[in-house]
């Protein structure tokens, strides 16, 4: 009986006090649901509007509206005659030719069909383009030409904005030859009232009349190019075409399409991308500049030929003609790692002339920066650079504004990974040092 008593008694004592713990866990666990998981819920909705805001102005989805108090009336009042919806976007080129005060503020504008682009080509125009601009000055103006890697189309973009598919696919000039397709599109070249485009996995380069589209011919085989890239027009009358697998230079008559010689043969060059010819008044020589994509390098040759309009008999002053008769360029210059910061030089791919002796060069590697360098002295510098810029491809000139004693340039890169144009500008804060700012996006 005493046991029991005892048994009783820590019954008595302990059983309160196991209800109380389960009664408090209990209570904490309501607790808990009514206060942790809202908390929870609210910091997981905060946590998704940042994002969404991050990723907002990483897009920089901001574009100009005709309610802007700074964009010209003479552009409101056109935009306003044509709809009458207030919330239309307005071209973003409109507002960069006509308000300096916009100038540094990046715009968007949309862009159908606009994907993978690797190289660009601009045509001018010379068109008047306000109604209000009091000396009658025209702006030179462009049509855009965009090759397209992997959708395998070039596509042309008109000063408004409009898209239109300008190449793509199977083209037959008659049933008497092969047909030629557009496979991997990559340099552009204008010649004549004529665009050529490489084709990178047919071997061929492309001819089309460049106001009409009209296909007109193709040239060029396995045999003579190993997927061609990058191509220029050079101050001898021939075009340079790069073969990228087999690292040549290749030359061709624009006029006749026939087959000239490989001018830089392999050796020298590892995974070229872009080449540029360039006739120096200053130096009073030629150079053939050429990126040399896996040695993170740009080599530059000597290119003083005889011009000759196209005879095919171009000799060089510094000829290495090998036993098949093939001429070439000797090397001069070569710089690369060793020269220039080798965190910056990395992946060089396009290229475009600035002056007589000095080179913008994109880069793909590591920095996805524009460079200029000094092709005599090697000099570098930092030219245009924006932190959400992806593979930088090809580059063009979009031209010079009208209303300043001295005008900014306006430069175009192609951003392959990113599936946008970036558009700098030679803002008036960064004319001193010649570095160019972002102001505009095609997407």
Not at 91 to 120: E, F, H
Request: hydrophobic fraction near 35%.
């Amino acid at each position: 009986m005493q046991l029991n008593h005892i048994n009783i008694f820590i019954y008595i004592i302990y059983q309160p006090t196991f209800l109380f713990s389960i009664c408090y866990m209990q209570n904490m666990y309501i607790l808990i649901r009514k206060t942790v998981y809202p908390i929870t819920v609210v910091l997981l909705l905060i946590i998704i509007i940042t994002i969404i805001k991050i990723n907002a102005q990483l897009t920089f989805e901001i574009n100009p509206r005709t309610g802007d108090n700074n964009i010209p009336n003479s552009i409101l009042n056109s935009f306003n005659n044509n709809n009458n919806n207030n919330n239309q976007q307005i071209n973003y080129l409109d507002v960069l030719l006509a308000d300096q005060s916009k100038r540094g503020k990046i715009y968007d504008r949309s862009i159908t069909g606009l994907k993978d682009p690797v190289d660009i080509l601009t045509l001018s125009e010379s068109l008047v383009m306000l109604d209000d601009v009091e000396d009658g000055s025209t702006s030179s103006l462009h049509y855009i030409f965009v090759s397209q890697f992997m959708s395998n189309q070039v596509l042309k973009i008109s000063p408004s904005g409009t898209s239109t598919l300008f190449a793509k696919g199977v083209y037959c000039s008659d049933k008497t030859k092969p047909c030629s397709v557009l496979d991997g599109p990559w340099g552009l070249e204008h010649f004549n009232k004529k665009l050529f485009v490489s084709s990178f996995s047919s071997d061929q380069i492309l001819v089309f009349n460049i106001t009409t589209g009209e296909y007109i011919s193709a040239f060029g085989n396995s045999v003579e190019l190993n997927c061609p890239e990058g191509m220029t027009l050079g101050g001898d009358g021939y075009l340079y075409v790069v073969s990228y697998l087999n690292n040549e230079i290749v030359r061709y008559n624009p006029v006749t399409y026939e087959y000239v010689d490989v001018i830089v043969q392999a050796g020298t060059i590892s995974g070229p991308e872009d080449v540029l010819y360039i006739n120096s008044k200053n130096t009073k020589n030629n150079y053939l500049i050429v990126t040399s994509h896996w040695s993170n390098s740009i080599l530059v040759y000597n290119a003083t030929t005889s011009i000759n309009n196209n005879s095919g008999n171009t000799t060089s002053n510094n000829d290495t003609t090998n036993d098949s008769g093939r001429g070439g360029f000797g090397l001069l210059y070569e710089y690369g790692q060793n020269e220039i910061n080798r965190r910056i030089m990395q992946g060089p791919v396009g290229l475009l002339k600035y002056d007589d002796t000095n080179v913008l060069v994109s880069l793909q590697g590591h920095s996805n920066k524009i460079i200029k360098i000094n092709i005599i002295n090697g000099a570098w510098s930092m030219f245009a650079e924006y932190k959400y810029m992806k593979g930088p491809s090809g580059m063009s000139w979009l031209g010079r504004q009208w209303y300043d004693n001295s005008p900014p340039k306006t430069l175009v890169v192609a951003g392959y990974n990113t599936n946008t144009l970036y558009v700098f500008n030679e803002t008036k804060n960064n004319k001193e040092d010649g570095k160019f700012e972002l102001v505009a996006k095609l997407v």
